[in-house]
């Protein structure tokens, strides 16, 4: 069956940056692409990007542009991303999720990104 | 970009009730907008995809309607599994916008 394995909470600096990971299972990692969705405590869900697991490409939304990285190792079938330079309001649980005609039916169990001086 | 809006934020019903939430765009959107149910501590589920097309397992008493830029979210009888947070998402143009969420909370 389809799984989406993220790594586990981290706990950085204001200023730091953190890459998290997204491990495809059960399907053809190159078919569908991986997008990132954020959510800080008690709020709504904040699309990120997304990355074409085939082919590397990527779209990342206007307001992260320049922070947030997302790539891909094929030969792990794993998606990360990396978001740099990070202060108190990027404290979020971070989510992949495959995408499949625009909407998203599988997802990652999330990661705790904490930022605390 | 595209914003979207919920109404009610916050809804008390009692089991049993027939329950509507509407989400608007911004501007038209096409029909891929999704409906996802949020726990707490939990990733979202996908319920209805492509504006009313039900997710596989999930309950029939949940179905999707509308065009853009308003869409609904019925819930035909309330059941105790039902509480929880619910947003609508959009998909236009690569990008996807998430509404603000409407919580179902014991009346």
């Known amino acids: 069956q389809v799984q989406l394995l993220q790594s586990g909470a981290e706990v950085k600096k204001p200023g730091a940056s953190v890459k998290v990971s997204c491990k495809a299972s059960?399907?053809?990692?190159?078919?569908?692409?991986i997008h990132w969705v954020r959510q800080a405590p008690g709020q709504s869900l904040e699309w990120v990007g997304w990355i074409n697991a085939g082919t590397g490409g990527t779209l990342v939304s206007q307001n992260f542009k320049g922070r947030f990285t997302i790539t891909s190792d094929t030969s792990a079938s794993t998606v990360y991303m990396e978001l740099s330079s990070l202060r108190s309001e990027d404290t979020a649980v971070y989510f992949c999720?495959?995408?499949?005609?625009?909407?998203?039916?599988?997802w990652g169990q999330g990661t705790l990104v904490t930022v605390s001086s | 970009d595209i914003q979207m809006t919920q109404s009610p934020s916050t809804l008390s019903a009692f089991v049993g009730d027939r329950v509507t939430i509407t989400c608007r765009a911004s501007?038209?959107?096409?029909?891929?907008l999704a409906w996802f149910q949020q726990k707490p501590g939990q990733a979202p589920q996908l319920l209805i995809y492509?504006?009313?097309n039900l997710e596989s397992g999930v309950p029939s008493r949940f179905s999707g309607s509308g065009s853009g830029p308003e869409f609904t979210l019925t819930i035909s009888s309330l059941q105790p599994d039902d509480f929880a947070t619910y947003y609508c998402q959009q998909y236009h143009n690569f990008t996807s916008t998430f509404g603000p969420g409407t919580k179902v909370d014991v009346k």
């Open positions: 492509q504006t009313s």
């Open positions: 059960g399907y053809t990692f190159n078919s569908y692409p």
């Open positions: 999720a495959r995408e499949t005609g625009g909407t998203y039916f599988y």
């Open positions: 501007q038209h959107v096409n029909r891929w």
